[in-house]
């Protein structure tokens, strides 16, 4: 299975920054649906326009679909927001109307809702947003699709991922994008290895069905340096500049099948984990064994070019 197939449902998330708007002008034609990261919720349930120029100019010129993202920030200080705005009435049913506004006024394909820290508490609200949300856009000829964190199993009170209800979700919406990846962030490790992809999708084709997942793929490194409480992200030719930089030898990990190297600078080591077009194939290796029918990368600019090239 490649890029170059049309049978794969090749979707990329795009933020308009310099190397995300070079990729979508570069490969925008291999794409079946953009989801730019262009809509912020409000709150009063409105959406903040941060949509650019150059990114609408791309899409238009690839006459791409569109699956606008609308999102709250991907910051833990806006969790008490999308609790407000989920759980008062008048709010969600004014964000579901604003964003069928925002579909007719576009003319999108559909909308992607990539709510993060959401309280778990808030898990049978978010669900019900999601089926008003559903039946809204469905009328009206418009996809409902969501962005959700990787789960092995379900736990209602897990503090990120407790509040996402992979079967009700699935019911309600057209497409499930899995967040694949992220496997470590606090310490050291893959980013998502071959075993871990496995158990989040053994899980989910048990609760959502197989023709509504798209696999969350991810594209980027992180350095982990001692002591630091995160890691800092890194495209893929800043992770192969910085390896030349430090002298470092990068290793292909044969279990997680990821790459990865150490370094010392200014006497603290680091720890540096990434994908590439080899960890790539694999991960499209699980796309076509899972009987999937499309990707959904993060993101744009931050890939390893040579992913473009990828043929059956």
């Known amino acids: ?62 006459n791409l679909p569109v699956l606008a ?9 806006y969790g008490p927001l999308i609790h407000r705005l989920l759980t008062t009435e008048g709010l ?3 964000l579901v109307q604003n964003i069928l506004n925002l579909m007719y006024r576009w003319d999108f394909a559909g909308v992607n809702i990539d709510f993060e820290f959401v309280p778990p508490e808030d898990r049978p609200y978010l669900t019900s947003f999601l089926n008003q949300l559903g039946q809204t856009l469905k009328g009206a000829g418009f996809l409902t699709t969501i962005s959700v964190p990787a789960e092995l199993r379900d736990n209602p009170r897990h503090p990120f991922s407790g509040a996402f209800s992979y079967p009700n979700l699935a019911a309600a919406s057209d497409q499930v994008y899995i967040l694949a990846y992220d496997e470590h962030f606090a310490t050291p490790g893959p980013i998502a290895s071959t075993s871990f992809i496995r158990q989040v999708l053994d899980y989910a084709v048990t609760v959502i069905p197989r023709e509504k997942i798209r696999l969350g793929m991810a594209v980027y490194g992180y350095d ?10 890194l ?59 499309g990707i959904a990368v993060w993101r744009l600019g931050l ?10």
């Open 1 to 62: 299975m490649a890029l170059q197939e049309r049978q794969l449902e090749n979707n990329w998330y795009y933020v308009p920054d310099p190397s995300g708007l070079a990729s979508l002008r570069s490969y925008g034609g291999l794409l079946r649906y953009v989801l730019p990261f262009w809509f912020g919720v409000t709150e009063n349930g409105g959406l903040v326009d941060q949509a650019d120029t150059g990114g609408l100019a791309a899409i238009r010129r690839y």
């Open 69 to 77: 993202i609308v999102h709250n920030y991907s910051s833990p200080q």
């Open 92 to 94: 969600r049913q004014a």
């Open 224 to 233: 982990w340096a001692e002591g630091a409480r995160v890691p800092v992200t």
């Open 235 to 293: 495209s893929h030719s800043q992770v192969l500049d910085l390896a030349r930089r430090v002298g470092a030898s990068i290793y292909y990990d044969p279990n997680a099948q990821e790459s990865t190297f150490t370094y010392v600078e200014d006497n603290t080591p680091h720890v540096v984990w990434f994908e590439d077009v080899r960890s790539f194939s694999v991960r499209l290796g699980l796309v076509r064994e899972y009987n999937l029918p």
């Open 303 to 312: 890939e390893d070019q040579r992913i473009w090239e990828l043929r059956g």
